[in-house]
T-cell receptor, first 115, second 109 residues
């Protein structure tokens, strides 16, 4: 079955360490997105990519980095420069054009705790 | 101002009650999604709507494109429905998603 997979579901890291969150999709979707959720707030866009080897900053990109070397994969690295990395992270994907362009899939999410 | 507004923010219901969660948005959209977030944080997609109404089990979602409004209804609510329900819209320009802050639902036995 096609879908989008985020791993792991829970992640713990020590302060000052970089950590990479995985997001993989086998839906042949062009666009992929990373969002962050803090308590009492809506999900906010960190980065998005509409094509391989290209990505754009979202509203809260500082302290994060991404890569899009393959269409299927859009990993997010939370760097030590991110002041408050503890949060829930959500990956999403969607086609850009075509009959199913309204379709979107969402990962289960990764809860990152930095201690 | 948020592009997506949900109401209510918190909702407590007795088991068996009919529940309605509302979502209003201010941008042009290609689709609207209803998501369910469980206490552990995992996200489940419930519906994707671009017009009309969809039903899945005890869940019904409607959208009025002209009024920029969607509702999620839960019939015969059950404690296992307790979760946060999030409305998300996909903009028709730029293809980005905007999310509501969620409605926290607690169904009491």
């Amino acid at each position: 079955d096609g879908g989008i997979t985020q791993s792991p579901k829970y992640l713990f890291r020590k302060e000052g360490q970089n950590v990479t969150l995985s997001c993989e999709q086998n839906l042949n979707h062009d666009a992929m997105y990373w969002y962050r959720q803090d308590p009492g707030q809506g999900l906010r866009l960190i980065y998005y990519s509409q094509i391989v080897n290209d990505f754009q900053k979202g509203d809260i990109a500082e302290g994060y980095s991404v890569s899009r070397e393959k269409k299927e994969s859009f990993p997010l690295t939370v760097t030590s420069a991110q002041k408050n990395p503890t949060a829930f992270y959500l990956c999403a994907s969607s086609p850009l054009t075509g009959l199913m362009s309204t379709e979107a899939f969402f990962g289960q999410g990764t809860r990152l705790t930095v201690v | 101002k948020n592009e997506v507004e949900q109401s209510p923010q918190n909702l407590t219901a007795q088991e068996g009650e009919f529940i309605t969660i509302n979502c209003s948005y201010s941008v042009g959209i290609s689709a609207l999604h209803w998501l369910q977030q469980h206490p552990g944080g995992g996200i489940v997609s419930l519906f994707m709507l671009s017009s009309g109404k969809k039903k899945h089990g005890r869940l019904i979602a409607t959208i009025n494109i002209q009024e920029k409004h969607s509702s999620l209804h839960i019939t015969a609510s059950h404690p296992r429905d307790s979760a946060v329900y999030i409305c998300a819209v996909r903009r028709n320009t730029g293809n980005q998603f905007y999310f509501g802050t969620g409605t926290s639902l607690t169904v009491i036995p």
